[in-house]
């Protein structure tokens, strides 16, 4: 949006948030700047149009008046006016409880669009004054990272009501196909982010894994659809529960190893080959179990059911495949940063729409401040400040501008009296908050579940209309481990107490024990970790909740303290012994560049992308590259890529002849 652009509008909407009565068309013609300087009456009809339909999509209330007309559109008769009171946010006021629980809901979002609109949408309420100082510490902090690129369009869509098309690979399928959706909801289940909705070339209902997505999501912007009144997003997601039937699958696993689901078998009926145990392991979703049975490369086989046994075959082939393939031609050099998309065309209107009550309200804070505030730099803010500075009310003489002052490097904001309060919650501001608060529902450890009711039930009435769009959105957070194990764990990091663990780790297929510091817990997506320092690493370490098979009270008071500040932005801890790796990604885990926070990435002509990532220690990656079944690739370094090929084929060797564990026993 041109500055004019953003200042004609911004005339306008205080034009008609100033009157009662309503502005005729010929007066806004004569007194709105821009609309002045039209060439022609037919210019000014289709600018007007395109304005009004700017303000309404973003959640401003035209109406239209009429008088004496037939009609709503009769120009003798319209006029046009924004009540204040569907325009403002309504008077609010918050417990310390229920400010506690609003800032953690604020929180939740991480690397998603709905991160910003939930810090927005607090500031509106921080801006009024209804915020009590939130000293109350919870002990959990949770986070949301949608890290499926389809996430963000498909959002949108589903709060816009924009029909929308990707290349899309089923379970069981080897083939993309094209879809076609009305996108009803999107909701989490598992770890795992799903569409909903009206699948149109095949006319029924249909639920689509995001991570299933193969393409660039594309939206179609010309025709809205209303989703049938009796949709229900969360008796959609329950069904994945009844999806698939109950099986138990039969394994040969090599003894001492794949520890991470022995818990959760039971020895197998008859004998076992030579250097084998059989087992038996009951489970719900064949490609679920596949990934996992197939990271275990040759420490496990699949004997029965076939379909399980195939989906792990599928699994190793795809990492043979993929590096039978020639090395494509990359360059970090010459590849260009990615170009900032360009913000919608509202994007600056509402900021201005945000900043003058902010301003209003915190009078002389500095430039910098203000600016780190908003997420934009100094001369972006200082150019939205001299556009408020020309901007008031109709006649436009001095004393109708907005007077904007920052000369000594802190901003005073006079004669604002229109647009001295906050607008209203936009969609994505409310759908933020209400989505986060039923999100902390499932919490554990958030015992106030007042406070946190009660907050919802303020937010949504002070969301309006916009809250509606939070009933198509749903994130699911269980507590994803045992409560008993949880409890420990906080009681420890609470009363400042050392614990001994048993845990876990993968990579190295090995229980260890070690005692450490703990300090405090967070969730990423569906999965809980304990912050500590452990005293075998000499360092900070993030332990798994699922992967603590014991932890015990040590006998003495932690040796190390937290530093302070947030909680842990990533689970990656950086050493000095860390590795590049150079990785391809198919277009299905492109996400796994900015989930493992690539140090360079290019993305290729045929869509995938070469990334270069820093790890700690390259054991894990054959297992890795095992469970994506080849769509990440290890490149660089050649002995990690020969390896992951390797764990591959010897694990593909035992399924010799299509019979599970036949090339085993002699493994």
């Not at 959706?181 to 070339?201: A, E, K």
């Not at 997003?233 to 999806?243: P, T, V």
């Not at 008071?557 to 801890?573: H, Q, V, Y």
Request: glycine letters at 8%; a negative charge.
């Amino acid at each position: 949006m041109s500055a004019s652009r953003t200042e004609r509008l911004l005339n306008l909407l205080i034009a008609l948030l100033e009157t009662r009565q309503g502005r005729s068309r010929e007066f806004l013609r004569e007194n709105i700047p821009g609309y002045r300087e039209s060439p022609s009456q037919e210019a000014f009809e289709r600018m007007f149009e395109r304005d009004k339909t700017d303000l309404r999509t973003m959640g401003i209330p035209v109406e239209t008046v009429t008088e004496g007309g037939l009609f709503e559109d009769d120009l003798a008769t319209a006029r046009y006016r924004i009540p204040k009171e569907a325009y403002r946010l309504p008077e609010l006021r918050f417990t310390p409880e229920e400010a506690a629980v609003l800032s953690l809901a604020s929180r939740l979002w991480q690397q998603a669009s709905l991160g910003s609109a939930a810090a927005r949408a607090l500031r509106k309420l921080e801006t009024k004054g209804v915020l009590p100082e939130a000293d109350i510490v919870l002990g959990v902090e949770p986070r949301i990272r949608p890290g499926e690129p389809a996430f963000e369009p498909l959002l949108a869509a589903v709060t816009g009501h924009r029909e929308v098309t990707f290349g899309y690979l089923a379970a069981r399928s080897t083939e993309e196909q094209q879809r076609r959706v009305q996108p009803w909801g999107l909701g989490s289940r598992y770890g795992q982010w799903y569409l909903v909705g009206l699948d149109l070339d095949r006319h029924a209902r249909r639920m689509f894994r995001l991570s299933r997505i193969t393409t660039a999501v594309g939206t179609d912007q010309r025709r809205t659809f209303e989703p049938p009144a009796d949709f229900d997003l969360k008796a959609s997601l329950a069904e994945l529960d009844s999806l698939a039937e109950p099986a138990t699958a039969r394994l040969l696993l090599k003894p001492g190893t794949v520890q991470l689901l022995r818990d959760s078998t039971r020895p197998a009926p008859g004998p076992a080959p030579a250097g084998w145990d059989a087992v038996e392991l009951d489970f719900a979703d064949t490609e679920v179990l596949a990934d996992e049975l197939a990271a275990h490369g040759p420490h496990a086989v699949v004997l029965e059911p076939a379909d399980l046994a195939a989906a792990v075959r599928r699994r190793l082939q795809g990492v043979l495949d993929a590096a039978a393939r020639p090395v494509p031609a990359y360059s970090f050099e010459e590849s260009k940063p990615a170009a900032r998309p360009r913000p919608a065309p509202e994007d600056r209107l509402r900021r201005l729409l945000d900043l003058v009550p902010y301003l209003v309200h915190n009078p002389g804070r500095s430039v910098d401040d203000v600016a780190r505030e908003f997420g934009v730099s100094r001369s972006q803010l200082e150019k939205d400040l001299e556009l408020v500075f020309v901007s008031g009310l109709p006649g436009y003489m001095p004393d109708q501008l907005m007077d904007a002052r920052w000369d000594d490097g802190y901003i005073y904001l006079d004669n604002a009296d229109e647009l001295s309060e906050p607008v209203r919650f936009s969609v994505d501001e409310a759908c933020a908050l209400l989505v986060g608060l039923q999100a902390l529902a499932g919490v554990p450890r958030l015992t106030d579940r007042t406070a946190l009711e009660s907050a919802t039930a303020k937010i949504s009435l002070a969301a309006g209309e916009a809250g509606t769009a939070a009933s198509a959105v749903q994130a699911g957070l269980g507590p994803g481990t045992d409560p008993e194990l949880l409890e420990t764990l906080h009681r420890a990091a609470a009363d400042g107490q050392q614990l001994q663990l048993r845990y876990l780790v993968p990579h190295r297929d090995e229980i260890t024990d070690r005692v450490v510091d703990p300090w405090r817990l967070f969730s990423v997506n569906d999965a809980w970790y304990l912050e500590a320092w452990c005293h075998s690493a000499e360092a900070v370490r993030n332990f798994r909740l699922d992967r603590i098979k014991e932890a015990v009270p040590a006998g003495a008071k932690i040796a190390r303290k937290p530093d302070g500040g947030s909680f842990p932005a990533s689970l990656f801890t950086p050493g000095a012994d860390d590795v590049e790796v150079t990785v391809q990604l198919d277009r299905r885990f492109l996400f796994v560049a900015g989930q493992y926070e690539a140090v360079r990435s290019t993305v290729l002509q045929d869509g995938t992308a070469v990334a270069v990532l820093r790890v700690g220690s390259t054991s894990w990656l054959p297992q890795f590259v095992a469970r994506t079944g080849g769509g990440v690739r290890v490149l660089e370094p050649r002995a990690v890529a020969d390896a992951s090929a390797e764990w591959a084929a010897q694990a593909l060797s035992l399924y010799a002849g299509g019979n599970p564990g036949a090339g085993g026993q002699g493994h």
